[in-house]
T-cell receptor, first 113, second 114 residues
C-alpha cells in the first residue's frame, strides 16, 4: 500500500542551524506531496506542497523538492528559530484516492538557544 | 473565508462512558470531511471520511462511529469508551472537488480515557 516514511525524532538543533527532515514515500500512482506542521497543543497546518516531479514547495523559509527518482520530499530550512519547534508531518495524496491524506509518523523538532 | 471549529478542546472520560465530538465548517458548501486520530508517539490515522450528508466511510474497524447530519457538521461518537481510545482527535475538511487539494485541520480534541 501507499506509505510515507519519515526520520525519527526528536531532532534537536541550536538556533540558526541548518535543518533537514527526511521523507520518502511509496505509492502505486503519482502522488502530490505535502508537509504539515503541528505546534504544541494545536491542530495541523499546511506548510508547503508540491504536485509534480521537480516542483519545489516553499513557505516561511522552509523548502522541499519533489524527487521522483528517489521518491523523496525532504524538508529543509537554512536557519531555524526557536519558534520553529513543532512536529512536522510528511504526507501524500494520490489521484483517485478520494483526497485522503496518508501521513508519516511525524518528526519532532526542538530548537534551543 | 473558510473556518473549521472543533470542540471540546480537552475531554477526560471514564472507561465505558459515551463520547461525542463535534466539528463544523463555515464558509464552504459540500466539503469533504475527515476524522483523524493521533495516538501518543504515533502518526496520524484516518478514521472516517465523508463526501456528503449521510455518506460515511470507515477506514479502520474500531469502537468509534461517525455521522454527518448536516452538510457542514461531522460528529465522532462512541457508545462505550475504551482506554485505547485515548488520543488527539483531529477534524479536517477539503474542497468538494476532484483533485489533489490539501486538508485543513481544526485545533483538535485531546481525549483521555481513565
Amino acid at each position: 500500500g501507499d506509505s510515507v516514511t519519515q526520520m525519527e525524532g526528536p531532532v534537536t538543533l541550536s538556533e540558526e542551524a541548518f535543518l533537514t527532515i527526511n521523507c520518502t514515500y511509496t505509492a502505486t500512482g503519482y502522488p502530490s506531496l505535502f508537509w504539515y506542521v503541528q505546534y504544541p497543543g494545536e491542530g495541523l497546518q499546511l506548510l508547503l506542497k508540491a504536485t509534480k516531479a521537480d516542483d519545489k514547495g516553499s513557505n516561511k523559509g522552509f523548502e522541499a523538492t519533489y524527487r521522483k527518482e528517489t521518491t523523496s520530499f525532504h524538508l529543509e530550512k537554512g536557519s531555524v528559530q526557536v519558534s520553529d519547534s513543532a512536529v512536522y508531518f510528511c504526507a501524500l495524496i494520490l489521484t483517485g484516492g478520494g483526497n485522503k491524506l496518508t501521513f508519516g509518523t511525524g518528526t519532532q523538532l526542538k530548537v534551543e538557544l | 473565508s473558510q473556518t473549521i471549529h472543533q470542540w471540546p478542546a480537552t475531554l477526560v472520560q471514564p472507561v465505558g462512558s459515551p463520547l461525542s465530538l463535534e466539528c463544523t465548517v463555515e464558509g464552504t458548501s459540500n466539503p469533504n470531511l475527515y476524522w483523524y486520530r493521533q495516538a501518543a508517539g504515533r502518526g496520524l490515522q484516518l478514521l472516517f471520511y465523508s463526501v456528503g450528508i449521510g455518506q460515511i466511510s470507515s477506514e479502520v474497524p474500531q469502537n468509534l462511529s461517525a455521522s454527518r447530519p448536516q452538510d457542514r457538521q461531522f460528529i465522532l461518537s462512541s457508545k462505550k469508551l475504551l482506554l485505547s481510545d485515548s488520543g488527539f482527535y483531529l477534524c479536517a475538511w477539503s474542497p468538494p472537488i476532484q483533485g489533489l487539494s490539501p486538508l485543513h485541520f481544526g485545533n483538535g480534541t485531546r481525549l483521555t480515557v481513565t
